[in-house]
């Protein structure tokens, strides 16, 4: 039986793109129907990369409210449609993102996205962006019974792109990705522009990287120090 390729699992929202441009103002919109005033860009890592209902319940919270299961179900239906027709208007690519990804392809890594966004979003996005083509598996946070930090989730992804986990690197930008990475036992680099209000350099990852540009160098390292 042929090895498994190298694999190269990343991802989505404030790491492979910076969907905070259209995610906020959605969110914005939605909870602005119940009297929650507007979250401004500087505070995006207290609400967003958790998810959509998730994060309409991190608005509530930011301004010291709660929220009951039904009210974030009813605001949650109002976000999809909202967001389905607003996905890609501001949303891009980080800089560099698609210079490294052709690198890695190039010289043999299969790529896919793990995302806890839903599949059917995550796709649409994706397309959007002209991307899906890269990945030999896009997953997302209704794909399987189980979503980050479960370690399923991205062992899963692993198993639909045709990689091993012993051949797997995973890049995210919050404590669930490098929680997930670390239960499933895959080295994990963390990016510094993500959204996540703890520092990238204190969630634990192997790697931390500042801009798509290091990343070949950095995962090279990487796999070296795993012995790969």
């Known amino acids: 039986m042929p090895a498994s390729p190298p694999l190269l699992v990343l991802d989505l929202d404030g790491t492979l793109a910076d969907t905070s441009r259209d995610l906020l103002p959605v969110l914005n919109r939605v909870t602005a129907k119940v009297g929650l005033p507007p979250i401004g860009m500087e505070n995006v890592g207290q609400v967003v990369g958790h998810g959509a209902k998730a994060m309409i319940a991190r608005a509530f919270a930011f301004h010291d409210q ?14 999809l ?13 980080y800089e560099g993102a698609a210079q490294a990804l052709d690198r890695f392809a190039e010289n043999g890594w299969r790529l896919a996205v793990c ?42 992804t692993v198993a639909l792109a045709g990689g091993a986990p012993g051949k797997t690197i ?14 499933a036992q895959i080295p994990v680099i963390a990016v510094e522009f993500g959204y996540s209000d703890i520092p990238a350099d204190e969630l634990g990852a192997d790697r931390v990287i500042a801009r798509f540009a290091e990343l070949w160098q950095v995962v090279g390292d990487l796999t070296a120090d795993v012995g790969w």
């Open 81 to 93: 449609v909202d967001y389905e027709a607003n996905i890609a208007v501001n949303t891009v690519l």
């Open 170 to 183: 995973m890049v995210g930008d919050s404590i669930t990705d490098i929680t997930t990475a670390r239960s």
């Open 66 to 79: 709660q929220a009951d299961d039904g009210l974030v179900d009813r605001l949650f239906d109002d976000f």
């Open 115 to 156: 995302t806890n966004k839903l599949e059917h979003l995550a796709r649409q996005l994706l397309d959007a962006l002209g991307q899906s083509g890269r990945f030999a598996a896009i997953t997302g946070g209704d794909t399987f019974d189980y979503r980050k930090p479960d370690p399923r989730h991205l062992t899963r």
